[in-house]
């Protein structure tokens, strides 16, 4: 499956941490030759960490992708019927952003575009990294995992003996499931043995 020419959202939620393994992931797509727009939630636009500030990260996205990150719910909300995505890809996904999804809220551009693609038969992808997956949020990861048009990065415990309930995505699966989902399947194996 060739990427060429695909038009991919790429929303990024408030793992901050995990920021600089994703850059990286949306030059390879735009390097296939796809075109990519970014989407972020306040907590990605507006809060500093340890990891770099929030306008540095709003200001890479931009000169990435070629296009203004999209901010806003109307912001949006025009990629639903006006300017439908081929796949939505959300990554890093956090344990709050999966509950909200899993929920039907839409309270960021991020879900909101996800929403849209859903409701367009469009697939969207998620790489999750969250501290809860295996703990309250498993329901949420159930459900996600159940509906159609949904499909993850292949994921697995990041740190089992430390953070028991932790599952965190392998980046390096991102492209592959991303081509995957475009043809309606799920790239297997979905999960990832631990490795020290």
Known sequence: MTLNGKRIGFGLTGSHHTFEHIFPKIEELISLDAEVIAFATETVQYTDTKHGKAADHIERLEEIT?????????EAEPFGPDR?????????????????????????????????????????????TTNDALGLNAVNLATLLNSKYIYFIPFGQDHPFKKPNSLSAKLDFLIPTVEEALQGKQLQPIIVPYQE
Do not use: E
Request: glycine share 6%; aromatic share 2%; net charge positive.
């Open 66 to 74: 070629g296009h203004p990150v999209i901010r806003t719910i109307p």
């Open 84 to 128: 439908p995505l081929d796949v939505m890809v959300v990554a890093p996904l956090t344990g709050n952003s999966m509950s909200k999804f899993a929920h039907a809220h839409t309270d960021n551009s991020v879900l909101m575009a996800a929403k849209s693609t859903l409701r367009n038969n469009q697939p969207v992808v998620l790489g999750m």
